[in-house]
């Protein structure tokens, strides 16, 4: 590891640790806002597995948080589970439902790449959307679920300052073991994946199925993801799954930058507070949002992660030219 790596990551330890110990002192709605943010970061890190790493960008993220979340609140209303020591159940059962469809989507989703493949995973997202607003008998329709107070199981989940402790654990076990993921040799295939597949598949590695593994990977924390959002919510409905949350964590990654796992994290952090504070201060906050995207993809192409790289890319050519300016002239 060299010591570039070394620093990055003690930032990013210090940053969670600040998080940890400020947040609990700062009021319960911020407290609240700091929750959902971190879920919606393991949301956005899932599909930067997809994107910045495997260079696939996917519109069907909404389908694998709606599927942990309605499988939390389904066996929570009907068959009291995740209301003691069963939320472990729940938690474990949202993550295989969530990686279960992903798996049965990538069957159809890696076959396609580019633009098909975001509009493929557009119309299999599309479709847990349809599901989750017509079969009323399960899913409530439009008017959705409620779920019953949270659980308690020695700790009291009810309490909000509680369940920000875990789900920040959770936040952090999923940004350790996908950083993992990503320096391991599988993710360092991804990555030649996206820069080049063709060569990939010339040196005999089977691109496919380091896709389609991926594509579950993804889908596995976006219902972790989902099961969390279902309990902080309290009320999961047609509106968790529909194409503007895909959409969101999309841009959330790419405000953040891909290909870094914490970017995403940080997009999700941004693209949380300004909603909630926007909507307080005036109607059209989406338009101020919207600009913040375009501004972001066409002056910051890196993310907000690629900032630091390109300050130092514009001093560069600065400092060579003082050093060409600085040379003794040749007199002949």
């Known amino acids: 590891m060299t010591m570039d790596n070394r620093r990055k990551i003690l930032m990013v330890v210090a940053a969670l640790l600040a ?14 806002l ?3 943010a971190l879920i919606f970061g393991i949301l956005a890190m899932s599909l930067d597995i997809l994107l910045g790493y495997t260079g696939l960008p996917s519109l069907g993220q909404a389908a694998y948080l709606g599927m942990g979340a309605y499988l939390t609140a389904v066996l929570a209303t009907r068959y009291q589970f995740g209301l003691d020591w069963t939320f472990w159940v729940v938690v474990v059962l949202g993550i295989l439902i969530a990686a279960a469809t992903a798996a049965f989507f990538g069957l159809f989703a890696i076959r ?4 098909y493949f975001l509009m493929i995973t557009l119309a299999l997202g599309m479709c847990v959307w349809g599901l989750a607003y017509r079969w009323n008998s399960l899913t409530g ?19 909000d300052v509680t369940y920000f402790y875990l789900v920040f654990g959770f936040f952090a076990v999923s940004l350790a073991t996908l950083y993992l993921l990503v320096r391991s040799p599988f993710g360092h295939s991804l990555v030649g994946i996206r820069e080049n597949e063709l060569r990939m598949r010339i040196l005999g590695y089977n ?21 969390l959002w279902a309990q902080a919510h309290g009320l999961v409905s047609p509106e968790d799954v529909i194409l503007a949350t895909s959409v969101d964590a999309l ?34 906050w989406q338009y101020v949002l919207g600009g913040v ?5 066409l002056y910051l192409p890196g993310g907000l992660m690629g900032l630091p790289e390109r300050i130092r890319g514009s ?4 400092a060579v030219a003082g050093e060409v300016k600085s040379l003794p002239s040749v007199s002949h």
């Open 19 to 32: 998080v940890l110990v400020i947040t609990p002192f700062s009021g319960s709605y911020v407290i609240v």
């Open 34 to 36: 700091v929750t959902h």
């Open 112 to 115: 396609a790449t580019g633009v």
């Open 141 to 159: 329709g439009d008017n959705g679920i409620v779920l019953p107070p949270r659980p308690e199981f020695g700790i009291e989940l009810a309490d």
């Open 207 to 227: 691109t496919w199925l380091h896709k389609y593994i991926a594509f579950i990977i993804a889908g596995g924390y976006g219902g972790l993801a989902g099961v």
């Open 251 to 284: 841009l959330m990654v790419v405000l953040g930058g891909p290909g870094t796992l914490v970017g995403g994290a940080i997009g999700a952090g941004i693209v949380v507070f300004l909603r909630e504070y926007l909507s307080t201060l005036v109607p059209w």
């Open 293 to 297: 995207y375009v501004l972001t993809i």
């Open 315 to 318: 001093r560069m050519p600065a």
